[in-house]
């Protein structure tokens, strides 16, 4: 891990002249402010200031000052930058100006979260991210269409991938950062892709998540395309997920492996299972935040629908991998990259938490395809369904108190405020889908 001393010879042995202190809003976009690097002692001093007021979910604007503390294990410089415009950054927790943490920092959610399972003996919880995302053709004005770039299908090559070099190229700079890149290949969808970058604790993993679309939002525009996290921006085709593969660690040894246990698994990771399954009706609504979100749950396009658990099945919810030892995890498969990570993965851990605390038994895995089975088959498992619009979602998060303390009253007030203004902006806006269906009625 980086230290304030790294930084500061990093930054001058690469003669960066500029600094982004970069921190995430209560609906999970990344913001920042720009700085000279003659200004970094005072960064790292935690002395540069913001104006709350003007962050979504921050603070009222007659107190709206702030103050970033930077995380020096996450400097990094972008490697697409050179030469006087050489640009670094460093992701921060917000703080308010007495000192202490502010309530409604995403960043800082989490960290509470994470310490609160240290607390129960765990060392860490490691989380492995899938973010896909589509690529879109801009036009003449440099404006994003809605044409993809390709009609390429899953592990497709040039030429019918369009989208392998700018591919490439992101994947180039995530390295030129730090990141331990995996895989990268075509999705299933035209126009989709997938870059699977190595597993980290789970803070550093949700720093890497917001760093990832920063890159590939931008290595795309240098390609004359526009990248997309919307989790279904195409009718009839499947949508973009973010699955989270998640494991705890105890004494440095992985808490979800026994080689006698069900399926290889611990009882703390079937625990850990049945407390995702149980409060997955209320962590939907961080997980899948947006209408959008809803577009892609839905049978037929791969997106899990069903609350059950399986091992090589990948239709329900939550799938076992394969592996075991230091690699046994869950995963879960119903996020979407619209998602807040930091929130996203403090409601997950806070809801494995319960599990193990209450000792939750999981309920029998399910290894048949779900989505062909009938409603009195689903029934008879006791399979129960994830919520099938935001609304209902909200209304989960809500009446779930172990969450919403996890989360924060004041946060899950502010978040819901938010969506709800959301939906009623929605619901009075008229669609193009209702023109072509409604005008000559």
């Avoid at 200004?39 to 913001?50: C, G, H, R, T, V």
């Avoid at 921060?92 to 960290?111: E, H, M, Q, S």
């Avoid at 129960?384 to 009446?399: K, M, T, V």
Wanted: hydrophobic share 40%; net charge negative.
């Amino acid at each position: 891990m980086l230290t304030a001393q790294d930084v500061k010879k990093i930054a001058k042995d690469e003669d960066v002249r500029f600094l982004r202190m970069s921190f995430t809003d209560a609906l999970g976009a990344l913001k920042n402010i720009e700085i000279p690097v003659s200004l970094l002692d005072d960064a790292l001093n935690n002395e540069i200031k913001i104006d709350g007021s003007s962050i979504d979910g921050f603070l009222p604007i007659e107190r709206a000052d702030m103050y970033l503390y930077p995380d020096p294990s996450s400097f990094v410089i972008y490697p697409w930058t050179t030469g006087e415009d050489k640009t670094a950054a460093l992701i921060c927790d917000v703080y308010n100006v007495d000192g202490t943490p502010f309530a409604g920092d995403p960043r800082g959610i989490l960290k509470k979260n994470l310490a609160a399972v240290k607390k129960m003996g765990f060392d860490t919880l490691n989380i492995g991210a899938e973010p896909e995302f589509f690529l879109f053709k801009r036009d003449e004005n440099g404006q994003p269409t809605m044409e993809v770039n390709d009609q390429a299908n899953y592990f497709d090559t040039e030429p019918k991938d369009e989208g392998e070099a700018c591919r490439r190229d992101i994947a180039k700079a995530l390295s030129g950062m730090g990141f331990s890149i995996e895989a990268a290949h075509h999705e299933v969808a035209p126009g989709q892709h997938e870059i699977d970058f190595r597993f980290d604790d789970a803070l550093h993993t949700a720093d890497k998540i917001q760093y990832f679309k920063l890159v590939v939002r931008e290595i795309a525009k240098q390609h004359g395309l526009a990248a997309t996290f919307m989790p279904k921006p195409v009718t009839g085709i499947n949508g973009s997920g973010m699955h989270f593969n998640q494991s705890l660690f105890k004494g440095g040894k992985n808490a979800f492996d026994d080689a006698n246990g069900f399926k290889g698994l611990s009882k703390t990771a079937l625990s850990y299972l049945a407390g995702l399954l149980k409060h997955a009706p209320a962590f939907t609504a961080v997980a899948n935040p947006t209408i959008n979100s809803y577009k892609r749950l839905v049978p037929g396009y791969e997106a899990p629908t069903y609350i059950a658990w399986a091992t090589d099945n990948r239709t329900p919810l939550v799938r076992i991998p394969a592996g075991r030892g230091k690699v046994a995890r869950l995963e879960l498969r119903s996020g979407d990259p619209s998602a807040n990570p930091y929130t996203f993965i403090a409601a997950i851990l806070a809801a494995g938490a319960d599990g193990i605390e209450n000792d939750l038994e999981a309920p029998a895995p399910v290894e048949r395809n779900i989505y062909k089975m009938t409603a009195a088959d689903r029934d008879e498992a006791k399979i129960s369904e994830l919520p099938g619009s935001l609304d209902q979602a909200i209304a989960n998060l809500e009446d779930d108190d172990i969450l919403v303390d996890a989360l924060g009253k004041d946060y899950v007030q502010t978040f819901v405020a938010f969506k709800k203004a959301e939906l009623a902006d929605y619901k009075t806006n008229v669609t193009s889908w209702e023109h072509k269906k409604y005008f000559g009625a």
